[in-house]
T-cell receptor
Framework: ETGVTQSPTHLIKTRGQQVTLRCSSQSGHNTVSWYQQALGQGPQFIFQYYREEENGRGNFPPRFSGLQFPNYSSELNVNALELDDSALYLC?????????????FGPGTRLTVL | GEDVEQSLFLSVREGDSSVINCTYTDSSSTYLYWYKQEPGAGLQLLTYIFSNMDMKQDQRLTVLLNKKDKHLSLRIADTQTGDSAIYFCAESISNAGNMLTFGGGTRLMVKP
C-alpha cells in the first residue's frame, strides 16, 4: 500500500509568483486536507476536499485555492506569493470508512519565498 | 474557540519515561491525537483517543485524558534515542468537519 506522496519536495519562488503543489492520497482514501506549517510551529489547517469539493476551510485568504481530482489526488495553488508563505506544506488523506478522522500525512513540500 | 497548547521542550535520559502534556479549550472535541515529527519529515500518527475515554495504552505509549480539565498527556515508557522528535497533540471537533487543530509541538530530547 502506497502512502501519501507530495511533489515537489522543495521549491523556491519569488514574491508575487504563483505555485502549485501536488499530493497523491493513500490508496482507499477519498478525503484530502492541506496544512501549512511555519518554522517552529504546529500545522495550520488550510482546507479539505471531499469528492472533488471543498469541505471546510481554515483562516487563509482566497489566494490559497485547491482542487481534487477523480482519482482523489489534489493540488494546492497559491497566487501572489508573499514572504510569509514560506513554510512546509503538508497534505493528509483520510480513508473512505474512517470513523476516527485519522489523517495520514505526506512528507511535505518545503516552499521558500524570496 | 480552539486553542491547543503544549510545553516547548522536554529532556529525558534513555530508559526513563517521558510525559508530554497538552491542554485544549474546546469541550466539543471528539478525538484527540498524538503525532510525531522527525527533522525534515512529515507527521506520523502515533495514537488517538476518543473523548469519552480516560486512557488508552498502545505498547510503550499511554494516553491519558482528563476531560474536566481539558488535559491530555502522552507517556512514553523506556524512552529511546530514536524517540527524539517533536510531538504534536491535535484535536478534531465534531462541528468543524475533519479539521485538526494542532498545538505548537513539544521537542523531546533523549540523552544516552
Amino acid at each position: 500500500e502506497t502512502g501519501v506522496t507530495q511533489s515537489p519536495t522543495h521549491l523556491i519562488k519569488t514574491r508575487g509568483q504563483q505555485v502549485t503543489l501536488r499530493c497523491s492520497s493513500q490508496s482507499g482514501h477519498n478525503t484530502v486536507s492541506w496544512y501549512q506549517q511555519a518554522l517552529g510551529q504546529g500545522p495550520q489547517f488550510i482546507f479539505q476536499y471531499y469528492r472533488e469539493e471543498e469541505n471546510g476551510r481554515g483562516n487563509f485568504p482566497p489566494r490559497f485555492s485547491g482542487l481534487q481530482f477523480p482519482n482523489y489526488s489534489s493540488e494546492l495553488n497559491v497566487n501572489a506569493l508573499e514572504l510569509d508563505d514560506s513554510a512546509l506544506y503538508l497534505c493528509a488523506s483520510s480513508p473512505v470508512t474512517g470513523k476516527n478522522n485519522e489523517q495520514f500525512f505526506g512528507p511535505g513540500t518545503r516552499l521558500t519565498v524570496l | 474557540g480552539e486553542d491547543v497548547e503544549q510545553s516547548l521542550f522536554l529532556s529525558v535520559r534513555e530508559g526513563d519515561s517521558s510525559v508530554i502534556n497538552c491542554t485544549y479549550t474546546d469541550s466539543s472535541s471528539t478525538y484527540l491525537y498524538w503525532y510525531k515529527q522527525e527533522p525534515g519529515a512529515g507527521l506520523q500518527l502515533l495514537t488517538y483517543i476518543f473523548s469519552n475515554m480516560d486512557m488508552k495504552q498502545d505498547q510503550r505509549l499511554t494516553v491519558l485524558l482528563n476531560k474536566k480539565d481539558k488535559h491530555l498527556s502522552l507517556r512514553i515508557a523506556d524512552t529511546q534515542t530514536g524517540d527524539s522528535a517533536i510531538y504534536f497533540c491535535a484535536e478534531s471537533i465534531s462541528n468543524a468537519g475533519n479539521m485538526l487543530t494542532f498545538g505548537g509541538g513539544t521537542r523531546l530530547m533523549v540523552k544516552p
